[in-house]
């Protein structure tokens, strides 16, 4: 007898005796499954404990039904007892019930226990091997699925779309290119006629891999492509530094007439934030509009940042005052916003409303209310929101906090007290301290300071030529030309050259020239 909480609800397990008679397992199992299509789980898990009570027969179908209802309702205790009386009533070489518990344990992110169900499984069909390969990929740990996928193939099991599909996804969580060429080839020799799913997976995962050509040939070799194959195609535009490119494949995916959908726009606001264009900003905003997509609170947050990205952090307000469902996500996108146009005051009221609301901060709420005071040179209040988040919200610092710091003190002139930060941080200073200081120094004359900053730039990276152009300018400055000319024989000594020159971009007329 099943001694849960939901089972010690008596009067509703009643109930449902008294509707039904006799002890047909079918019966049985059409009630059970009926509560379950009818999306009440609570009632399924009773019955089934109304047929244990009463010690009716049960059938596969009928731990099947009772194992998934466990799943919707998190029930890990009841689950637990199911797994116990498979095994009490010699259920545990069923595959269809082995398959199920699995899947029920990673709906309880016990990845352990789905692992040992697994493993005391004595047949495994393929459809068991492509959930546990599934679960590791969907679950964050694409070793473990490749891994799982390997033993599958030495045991001789062979592998469908679903299998590929799924070892695909690791190897783009992994960028693993090479094995993810590999399985491309298996899907050539030996998957007939594989499904767009096959092949969106494959677009993917070379997406992911930064090798787009490849992922492009079979975009156009496709024939049948649905709205996912173009958005891995334009998203892998985007995310490898190629918005232009995206934007032109989006506008074709148009005149394709395939509708985007979520995803895609959400795309579609990602490169107009990459790009920066006030112009295709506006018209991704109307034109999400138009199609009806506005409205969720992760569009809202993603046309926030566009907007803000595109110079336009009115609108950005905008849509942060009409939402009607704020998250965490929402208020750090506004106080980013805000801090990124030098809005330091506005940031700091919007930090403070935050947490009236109940919202807590964590890391990076910090560091967008840390670099808002330092581009608003609000030093008091930056000190006051580090100590804060130690303090009252037990966050540890990461370096990019005590680099915002020792950039709020640089800008504010405070040089000495930003090196003395910089001594007693818990953790070695990376370079990026150590210019930010070295630029300071030389902005306001502090040329001893300097110096001693400079000795350690060059001990962590002595063969980054930017240090030497640094440390050459710093000295071009206050004219001591004899330390220039020592500077630049020092790197040609130590073979170090000058890395290739950066680039800018310019709007002009809804078009973004880069140079």
């Not at 112009?279 to 947050?301: H, P, V």
């Not at 336009?312 to 750090?332: G, P, Q």
């Not at 400055?477 to 020592?486: A, K, L, Q, R, S």
Request: glycine share 8%; hydrophobic share 40%.
């Amino acid at each position: 007898m099943m001694s849960t909480g939901l089972v010690r609800n008596g009067r509703v397990a009643c109930m449902i005796a008294d509707r039904i008679d006799g002890q047909d397992t079918y019966k049985w199992n059409s009630i059970i499954r009926g509560y379950l299509e009818r999306n009440s789980p609570k009632e399924a898990i009773l019955a089934y404990a109304h047929v244990i009570r009463e010690g009716l027969k049960i059938d596969s179908h009928t731990l099947l039904f009772t194992i998934k209802a466990c799943g919707r309702v998190s029930g890990s205790f009841e689950g637990a007892e199911i797994h116990a009386h498979i095994f009490k009533m010699g259920f545990e070489s069923e595959i269809i019930t082995q398959t199920a518990l699995v899947q029920m344990y990673v709906l309880f992110h016990d990845l352990l226990s789905a692992q040992r169900v697994f493993d005391e499984t004595p047949q495994r069909d393929l459809v068991l091997w492509n959930t546990l390969v599934a679960t590791y990929t969907q679950m964050g740990q694409p070793r473990k699925a490749l891994s799982v996928s390997y033993t599958m193939i030495n045991e001789n099991v062979g592998p469908n779309g679903v299998t590929v599909a799924s070892i695909l996804s690791a190897c783009s969580s992994l960028r693993a290119l090479e094995q993810g060429k590999l399985i491309h080839g298996f899907v050539i020799k030996c998957i007939m006629g594989p499904d767009v799913f096959v092949y969106n997976a494959l677009i993917g995962m070379y997406a992911k891999c930064g090798c787009l050509s490849h992922g492009r040939r079979i975009f156009e070799r496709m024939a049948g492509r649905n709205v996912v194959s173009w958005t891995s195609m334009i998203n892998g535009y985007s995310d490898n530094g190629r918005p232009h490119e995206a934007l032109a494949l989006f506008r074709e995916m148009e005149s394709d007439n395939v509708r985007p959908d979520g995803v895609a726009l959400l795309g579609l606001v990602n490169m107009c934030s990459k790009l920066g264009c006030f112009e295709l900003g506006e018209w991704a905003d109307q034109y999400i509009k138009r199609n009806g997509y506005d409205e969720s609170t992760c569009m809202a947050n993603a046309l926030m940042d566009m907007h803000a990205k595109c110079g336009n952090v009115k609108e950005a307000c905008r849509i942060f005052s009409r939402m009607t469902a704020k998250t965490l996500v929402s208020w750090t996108t506004m106080i980013q916003g805000l801090a990124m146009h030098g809005h330091g005051i506005a940031a700091l009221v919007r930090f403070s409303q935050m947490q009236r609301e109940g919202f807590r901060p964590d890391g990076i709420v910090f560091l967008s209310i840390l670099g808002a005071c330092s581009h608003a040179g609000l030093v008091n209040e930056g000190r006051r929101c580090f100590r804060l988040m130690i303090e009252e919200h037990g966050v540890v610092p990461w370096m990019e906090h005590y680099g915002c710091m020792v950039d709020l003190l640089c800008r504010a002139g405070l040089l000495n007290e930003a090196l003395e930060f910089v001594e007693r941080m818990p953790m070695e200073p990376d370079v990026v301290m150590w210019r930010a200081l070295v630029g300071a120094c030389k902005n306001q004359g502090n040329i001893a300071l300097a110096r001693k900053v400079m000795r350690q730039l060059l001990e962590l990276e002595p063969k980054d030529s930017g240090n030497y152009i640094l440390i050459s300018n710093l000295y071009a400055t206050i004219g001591e030309w004899d330390n220039v000319m020592e500077v630049r024989n020092e790197m040609g000594y130590r073979g170090v050259i000058k890395i290739d020159p950066g680039c800018s971009l310019m709007e002009v007329k809804d078009h973004v020239n880069f140079s």
